[in-house]
């Protein structure tokens, strides 16, 4: 069997465990977050617009349903330190590049990894490492704008740091699905450069094959997604997708083009629906109808991701009933907008055994 062919029959078996869900459930499928912690990550502006990057653990207070919680965890992006710098601090230094973890002293100059990269986080990185999703848009309603989607998502990948694990999504009426590790990406660009737009357009079935494929990986989880946001063929729908997301800590950024009938009344709907995506998950979509036009989009993307917070809480809420839970977050700061995710899904026990 062909690896796409793998990939294509590996995404139908997770979205029929995701209808099996809806099924038994009488509702679309919630991936849980984690029982112990709940994470949350956090983007900060100021009045202007500018990303924030030095706020404190202090600096931060987190609600779940209008009660304070203990926090349990923070760790911020920005904390980086380069090669041939004083360490700030005495502690572990992890590659942003690669898996390597060094050993320093305060006030030690700070060497190279074995790899020969030069830039590390402080501290205990887990919860920033980077799990990066790219759902990609081969359907007929892409067609013409395919050339410039490829463009985007190469420019993209070649811009941003190496994650720690990527999920590469193709999608029309079948769904492909691609894994790589932070020191295997080749044939990353070939693959993408050798997609036609083609088929039916499963965007609803995809975006929930990524979700249950990154549901219990830890780190940062972050979709990007190039698409006109038109589906023909899912087999879940868009209210299924939103409330998945929901229960989700995936923040997504979606792409969108204009596709075929932009000021069209499915063209209208389409967009909104990615737009919503952003919304509830705490990410931005951005408009490209340029190639111009992606260098700023990507630039805006990883700055967000080199200035954000994860911020870990354990609830106070011992429940496990599977409920919408609200989050907000406040800041001390004056005159600050966080950007955030709304909430999660609690955990739920399953039916006890006989």
Not at 7 to 27: D, E, F, R, T, W
Not at 49 to 70: A, I, M
Not at 196 to 211: C, K, R
Request: charged fraction near 25%.
């Amino acid at each position: 069997m062909s690896r796409a062919r793998a990939g294509a029959l590996a995404g139908s078996l997770l979205v029929l465990a995701a209808l099996a869900a809806v099924a038994a459930a009488g509702q679309a499928p919630v991936f849980q977050a984690g029982v112990e912690m709940v994470n949350v990550t956090v983007t900060a502006h100021d009045a202007r617009g500018n990303l924030v990057s030095d706020l404190t653990e202090s600096d931060f207070t987190v609600r779940e349903d209008g009660r304070p919680q203990k926090l349990e965890l923070f760790a911020a992006a920005a904390r980086q330190v380069h090669a041939g710098e004083r360490s700030p601090a005495s502690g572990e230094l992890h590659c942003t590049r690669c898996n390597a973890v060094l050993q320093v002293t305060a006030g030690e100059a700070v060497p190279p990894c074995p790899e020969g990269h030069r830039t590390f986080d402080l501290g205990p990185q887990q919860e920033l490492a980077l799990n990066l999703g790219l759902l990609f848009d081969t359907s007929e309603s892409m067609r013409r704008e395919i050339k410039l989607s490829q463009e985007s998502a190469i420019r993209f990948l070649d811009a941003i740091p190496r994650a720690k694990d990527l999920l590469l999504v193709f999608f029309d009426r079948d769904i492909r699905i691609s894994r790589y590790n932070s020191e295997n990406q080749q044939g990353i660009f070939e693959r993408i450069l050798g997609t036609e737009g083609s088929g039916y357009t499963a965007l609803n079935d995809s975006i929930a094959v990524y979700l249950s494929r990154v549901a219990d990986t830890p780190g940062r989880k972050v979709l990007v997604l190039f698409s006109d946001g038109d589906d023909t063929t899912s087999r879940l729908n868009s209210a299924d997708v939103e409330q998945l997301l929901r229960g989700s800590d995936v923040v997504v950024y979606p792409v969108a083009f204009a596709g075929e009938r932009p000021q069209s009344s499915e063209g209208l709907r389409a967009q909104a629906f990615l737009a919503t995506l952003a919304e509830v998950s705490g990410g931005r979509v951005f408009k490209p109808r340029a190639s111009r036009e992606l260098a700023a989009i990507y630039q805006s993307i990883l700055d967000e991701l080199g200035s954000q917070y994860v911020i870990g809480y354990v609830s106070d809420n011992p429940a496990r009933d599977g409920r919408f839970r609200r989050l907000q977050v406040e800041v001390k700061r004056p005159g600050l907008k966080l950007r955030h995710r709304p909430g999660y899904a609690a955990p739920r026990d399953g039916p006890a055994k006989k």
